[in-house]
C-alpha cells in the first residue's frame, strides 16, 4: 500500500529559483490494483516516484510506502519496494544473468532459492535469448526488461515503475505490460507513470492525472471521460489539464 498526503518537493534551481516539481499530492495505492500517474513532460511524475522511493526527501507532506515513512525509515520502505526508472543503471561488465543475481544477493537471497528466482524472472520477462550477454551490450528494450528484473527480483510487495515502456517496441511493451498485469494478480502494489493515455487506460485500475505538480484528476478512466464529457483519450487528457484542443495553423 501507498499512501502520499500532501507530497511535495521544491527545488532550488539557480536559474528558474524555486520550482515546485510536486506541489502537495495526495493519493492511496492499494494491493492487487494498478494505479498510473499521467501527466505530460515536467509535470511532477519522475519526483514523485523518487520521493516513494526514498531517492529524493520531501520537503512537505510525507508519504508512507507499505507501512512506513519515506522519510524517517528510508531502509524499510527499501527493503519492501521495486524501482525502475529510464536511469537505473547496470554494470556493463556483468552478464543480464548476473545482473539479476546480484541484485538479489544485495537483498540477502542466495543458493537455489536465488536461482530459481531469476530463472523464473528471465523466464517471465524473455530475458533467456540474452541471459549470457553483457549488459553494455544490449538494446534499450533488453537493459529495460533486465532493470525491471533487477527491481524486483526480491518480490517487493511495491513496485514503482517510472516510463516503464519508454522507448520500446510493440511486443517488448507488451511483455512489461503482462508483466505489470501479474504484479497485480500476485497481490502487489503497483504504480507507474506514463504520457502514454491508451496505455494508462489499458493497465490502470486508477488514474491520477497530474499537471504542473498538482493531481488535476482522479479515477478510472470511465469517470475522467464523465468528468470532461469527452470519450477521445486525448480530448479527456487535454480538458483536464486545460490546454485548448485545436491547434493553430
Ligand atoms: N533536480 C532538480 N532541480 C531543479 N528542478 C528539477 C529537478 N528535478 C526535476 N526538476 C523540475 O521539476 C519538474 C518536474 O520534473 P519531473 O522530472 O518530475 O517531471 P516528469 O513528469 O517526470 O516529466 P517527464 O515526462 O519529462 O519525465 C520539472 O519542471 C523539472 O524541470
Ligand atoms: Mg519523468
Known amino acids: 500500500m501507498i499512501e502520499a498526503h500532501e507530497l511535495s518537493k521544491e527545488f532550488r534551481d539557480r536559474k528558474r529559483g524555486l520550482v515546485r516539481a510536486v506541489d502537495g499530492v495526495s493519493f492511496t495505492c492499494r494491493p492487487g490494483r494498478i494505479f498510473g500517474l499521467l501527466g505530460a513532460n515536467g509535470a511532477g511524475k519522475t519526483t ?3 520521493m516513494l522511493a526514498t531517492l529524493l526527501t520531501p520537503t512537505g507532506g510525507r508519504a508512507l510506502v507499505a507501512g512506513h515513512d519515506v522519510a524517517s525509515e528510508p531502509e524499510k520502505v527499501r527493503a519492501k519496494i521495486g524501482f525502475m526508472s529510464n536511469s537505473t543503471a547496470l554494470y556493463g561488465r ?7 543475481e546480484y541484485f538479489g544477493r544485495l537483498h540477502g537471497m542466495d543458493g537455489a532459492a536465488l536461482r530459481a528466482r531469476v530463472d523464473t ?3 517471465e520477462l524473455g530475458i533467456s535469448e540474452f541471459a549470457r550477454g553483457r549488459c553494455d551490450r544490449l538494446s534499450t528494450g533488453q ?3 533486465v532493470s525491471i528484473a533487477r527491481a524486483i527480483v526480491h518480490q517487493p510487495e511495491v ?3 517510472d516510463e516503464p515502456t519508454n522507448g520500446l517496441d ?3 511493451s507488451r511483455t512489461i505490460t503482462g508483466f505489470i498485469h501479474r504484479c497485480r494478480a500476485e497481490g502487489r502494489t503497483v504504480i507507474f507513470s506514463s504520457h502514454i493515455m491508451s496505455e494508462v487506460e489499458r493497465l490502470c485500475d486508477e488514474i491520477a492525472v497530474v499537471h504542473d505538480g498538482r493531481i488535476v484528476a482522479h479515477g478510472t478512466m470511465d469517470e475522467l471521460r464523465a468528468k470532461t464529457g469527452r470519450t477521445q ?3 479527456v487528457f487535454l480538458a483536464l489539464v486545460g490546454e485548448p484542443e ?4
Open 121 to 123: 524472472l528471465i523466464g
Open 233 to 235: 483519450l486525448e480530448s
Open 159 to 161: 513496485v514503482i515503475f
Open 170 to 172: 510493440v511486443m517488448t
Open 94 to 100: 556483468l552478464t543480464a544473468r548476473e545482473m539479476i
Open 48 to 50: 514523485t516516484l523518487r
Open 143 to 145: 537493459k529495460q526488461r
Open 246 to 249: 485545436e491547434v493553430a495553423s
